[in-house]
């Protein structure tokens, strides 16, 4: 599903946010990616999502290389690839529920069927009663929510989580975890950075560990994993 | 099918952003319409000028008179010499019983003292008007310098100083007019593309998330392209109004000779080409300061 060979990322000066990372991640995987703070964690899913291009090296996601992608095919990529943004990426101008149903819109689906769909993820998410208000008079926790409910709405075939529970307390943070889950278990190819000690001891999933860009040896399981440094959300 | 529906929801989408940006909405529609009623005023007082001044020209003629006993010279002579002059547009005889027609008809009631005058004392004459393209000085006195060689011709009367005057003036108008046109072209084409520039600029933050999400460019333009529609419509519309608004507030206000200057002579035409104006002006205004946002 997505092969990293010799990757790097310089976004401008000399220090790489991703330095000749060689990576595998199967189809139907779920993975997690940690490290502290500046990792290179969320470069890592940008690279992924085609957001940023790599400075150096191969890679390709679902068969597709990015570097090679027409512009004007980019867009049709996005549709079946959520995303769950750090920092959101609401729009200020719609409300909850448009927000939301911009994933299936620009797909052309009834509306009907939008409605459904997302009237269902956002009482999932519990936040239905939210629908109709603008996403800056919400709490950091709802608008996480409204962010996962617009990744997951794609029904999509590759899901990139950005520390999606950051803002959430344990209980919800579980519970996104399972949606995750269950997306991953229909099929949908997981990767979740977080630094989030909780979820990773408590699923017993692959762990990918950045430093300074760089992949960190395989460890196996996570209570062999670095602590993360005092991680400064970023 | 999906392609209607995707045409249907990016029209909502127009609907609500617009109705989420009403405000810069209505300023840019203002600002717009300023601009534009701006230039229309100028075309239309730059018209009016124009057409006046040429009427100054159009009157502007002039008089061979005939010598008091030049032998063998008969009308039909007269007729072919005129007729040979450079840049002659028409030519009228006009007979001694003429003459003193005319100036009993200027005198109006006090032509009492014409009676039992013969008309034998007025010079008969010959009046020529030129073609338009012969109203300048240099070119009119090519005309006269040919009348003056006619042997029949006995003294010519031109208003030289008049046409002299006249053609600088012309000419300085046009030049002023001309500069004035440009600065105001300028500067309405630099007000409205910031006005759309900033409405965008205000956007580029949504433009980007509809990009992460998956939205095609033209899902992306399509709102920005109804604004742009809306605005020039809007803008127009106000610019049109604004016009009659100028019209209605100089009428009687000033001097009744003057008023020509701000009398519309296009009709309802400028009103719509003043919406159509701002409508392209605003949606390509629009559909090219986003293409920044939408590369990036
Ligand atoms: N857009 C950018 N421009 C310049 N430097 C960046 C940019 N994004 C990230 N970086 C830098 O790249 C490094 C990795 O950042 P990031 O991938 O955000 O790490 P993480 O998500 O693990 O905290 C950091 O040093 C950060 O400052
Ligand atoms: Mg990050």
Redesign the pocket.
């Known amino acids: 599903m997505i092969k990293l060979f010799n990757v790097s990322k310089y976004y401008d000066g000399s220090v790489p946010a991703l330095l000749s990372t060689t990576l595998n991640i199967e189809k139907g995987e779920f993975v997690f990616i940690t490290g502290p ?1 500046g990792a290179g ?2 470069t890592l899913l940008k690279l992924i999502y085609g957001t940023e291009l790599p400075t150096g090296g191969q890679m390709i996601v679902n068969g597709r290389n990015f570097q090679k992608v027409p512009r004007r095919e980019v867009p049709y990529l996005r549709r079946r690839t959520g995303f769950v943004f ?1 920092d959101f990426m609401l729009l200020k101008d719609k409300n909850v529920f448009d927000n939301v149903a911009l994933a299936l819109k620009i797909r052309g689906l009834p509306k009907d069927e939008i409605k459904e769909r997302v009237s269902n993820m956002l009482a999932y998410l519990k936040i239905q009663h939210r629908a109709n208000f603008n996403p800056l008079s919400l709490s950091g926790g709802e608008q996480q929510r409204v962010a996962i409910a617009r990744a997951l709405i794609k029904e999509p075939i590759l899901l990139l989580a ?2 999606p529970t950051g803002n959430l307390d344990p209980d919800l943070a579980f519970k996104t975890m399972e949606l995750f889950k269950e997306a991953n278990n229909q099929g949908t190819t997981v990767i979740v ?1 977080t630094h989030d000690r909780a979820l990773l001891d408590h699923y017993h999933k692959r762990i990918i560990t950045l430093d300074h860009g760089r992949v960190l040896p395989r460890v196996g399981q996570s209570e062999t994993a670095p602590q993360p440094a005092e991680e400064l959300n ?1 | 099918m999906s392609t209607t529906r995707k045409i249907l929801y990016a029209s909502e989408d127009a609907y609500t952003s617009i109705k989420a940006n009403l405000a810069t909405t209505i300023l840019s529609s203002v600002t717009v319409g300023f601009a534009l009623a701006l230039v229309a005023l100028f075309l239309i007082i730059f018209v009016n000028l124009q057409n006046h001044v040429e009427g100054f020209g159009e009157r502007t003629h002039i008089i061979a008179y005939l010598k008091e006993n030049a032998t063998g010279v008969s009308k039909e002579l007269i007729g072919t010499d005129v007729k040979a002059l450079p840049g002659l547009k028409e030519y009228k005889y006009i007979t001694k019983d003429e003459a003193l027609d005319r100036l009993k008809e200027e005198l109006g009631e006090h032509k009492a003292i014409f009676e039992g005058i013969k008309s034998d004392i007025f010079p008969a004459s010959v009046e020529i008007k030129v073609k338009d393209t012969y109203r300048d000085p240099e070119k009119i006195l090519e005309t006269v310098e040919e009348l003056r060689k006619l042997k029949w011709v006995a003294e010519i009367q031109y208003g030289q100083e008049n046409i002299e005057k006249f053609a600088a003036f012309l000419a300085f108008f046009k030049l002023a007019a001309t500069i004035l046109g440009i600065f105001l072209t300028a500067a309405v084409v630099f007000i409205i593309s910031n006005t759309v520039r900033l409405t965008v600029y205000a956007r580029k933050d949504s433009i980007h998330i509809m990009k992460l999400v998956g939205a095609s460019d033209a899902y992306i333009k399509v709102p920005f392209f109804f604004e742009g529609i809306l605005v020039g419509l809007t803008g127009g519309i106000a610019a049109a109004a604004m016009l009659e608004l100028t019209q209605f507030f100089f009428t009687g206000r000033i001097p009744e000779y003057l008023s020509f200057i701000i009398t519309n002579p296009f009709g309802w035409a400028i009103l719509v080409i003043l919406v159509i104006v701002g409508m392209v002006l605003g949606t390509a205004g629009c559909l090219i300061s986003m293409r920044r946002f939408l590369r990036a």
């Open positions: 703070s964690k969320s750090q950005d520390e950075a970023r």
